[in-house]
């Protein structure tokens, strides 16, 4: 077949056209889940060959200037009240150094424009720092969770994460406390059929934990449950994101071999099958694992390296993705100020639906942070018999 034609043959079957159902892996649990993430056609060695997601539009939330903090890394996005809140860490220099904060801008007009600068969590004198991590809104409040630790030593000694609530009448926000050991939050927290709420995130060594809130109290300390691993896994930096159903949940893990790592529990997020690799290609960069509206699970993930960005979906109710979309390609414009661990890239995503679009941030170069918005109309999918 001539290479324009079959390019043509990929990009219909990945744009969700005609999506034939694969065999799905023997190795599941009661609820499906299954370390084979991916049951739609082999996915082509020629990025290229994978179309964008239809009417995907670009923004720039925050670009430093000359006399900002430099670093940008680690961005979350969630829309509450009808206001679009995204934050990030920020530090001066260097990634995860001393004098690390966790800053972020408002949108009124669903992400559009963005309002001025803003701290969420302040950082500190000595070396501790504060950093990335994740929004939740819950019974009128708008939470995040954010790590902090020690930013002067290598991986992350005296990791927790601070609770921060924005005060509706002061419209500052405010620190609940130390809710989390030992683990850094990674997505959206996912509310369980016992009524616990879950994140994944690593530990202090980087190695792939989870944390179980004690029911709707936030602010009661969460438990943090380290995940088995195998070996091959060679974890470093090892960020975990899951998804729950009922007292099932799966965790998507950094790993190694350029696959997603996968591991699965059946007892609401208390104990966990050790951690495989999986079908799904994934360099190692950081991913984020959720569900839409549609019924649809999706991962946003780095395809072969940070020069590529996708989103990867299921059929509705199935268990596996089938169906993958570009959403940044190419080398972002390279790194204007100079800092450690900047590179051209976009990574690190993190996703949130709201009013029939997905909105992902993530981090450009490790200094701005841009943000790309998906009609979910444009990632469905044709059911097949089975799923």
Not at 25 to 42: C, E, N, R, V
Not at 277 to 295: C, D, E, F, I, V
Not at 315 to 344: D, Q, V
Request: glycine content about 10%; overall charge negative.
């Amino acid at each position: 077949m001539p290479t324009s034609l079959r390019q043509i043959v990929v990009s219909i079957l990945f744009g969700g056209l005609l999506l034939p159902q694969a065999s799905e892996s023997a190795q599941q649990d009661s609820a499906g889940w299954t370390p084979q993430l991916w049951s739609g056609p082999p996915i082509p060695a020629d990025v290229t060959a994978i179309p964008f997601a239809a009417g995907l539009e670009h923004r720039t939330i925050h670009r430093p200037g000359q006399s900002d903090d430099k670093f940008l890394h680690g961005a979350a996005i969630i829309d509450h009240d009808g206001v679009m809140y995204a934050n990030w860490a920020n530090s001066p220099t260097d990634e995860n150094g001393p004098h690390e904060t966790l800053r972020g801008r408002r949108s009124l007009d669903a992400g559009k424009t963005w309002s001025a600068l803003e701290l969420v969590a302040p950082g500190f004198k000595g070396n501790e720092c504060h950093s990335h991590g994740v929004y939740l809104a819950h019974e009128g409040e708008l939470w995040t969770f954010c790590a902090r630790f020690d930013g002067s030593k290598h991986k992350f000694p005296g990791l927790t994460a601070e609770a921060f609530v924005l005060n509706e009448k002061t419209d500052r926000w405010e620190s609940r406390g130390i809710v989390i050991d030992n683990c850094w939050p990674y997505d959206e927290p996912v509310r369980m059929g016992n009524g616990n709420w879950i994140t994944g995130g690593q530990d202090k060594q980087g190695l792939p934990v989870i944390a179980i809130s004690q029911g709707d109290d936030l602010a009661e300390k969460w438990q943090t449950v380290p995940l088995p691993y195998d070996p091959a896994l060679e974890p470093n930096y090892a960020e975990t994101t899951v998804w729950a159903e009922g007292e099932h949940v799966i965790a998507v893990i950094r790993g190694g071999g350029d696959v997603a790592w996968v591991s699965i529990s059946d007892d609401f997020g208390r104990t966990w099958t050790r951690a495989v690799r999986s079908n799904y290609p994934m360099p190692r960069s950081k991913a984020y694992l959720g569900k839409l509206s549609t019924g649809q699970l999706y991962i946003v993930s780095n395809l072969k390296n940070r020069d590529t960005l996708v989103v990867s979906v299921g059929r509705p109710g199935a268990k596996t993705l089938s169906s993958m979309w570009r959403i940044r390609h190419g080398k972002s414009e390279p790194p204007r100020f100079p800092g450690k661990a900047k590179s051209k890239q976009w990574s690190y995503p993190y996703a949130h639906e709201h009013d029939g679009k997905l909105f992902i941030v993530y981090s450009i170069g490790k200094e701005d942070c841009g943000l790309s918005v998906v009609p979910v109309a444009s990632l469905r999918t044709t059911p097949a018999q089975g799923d």
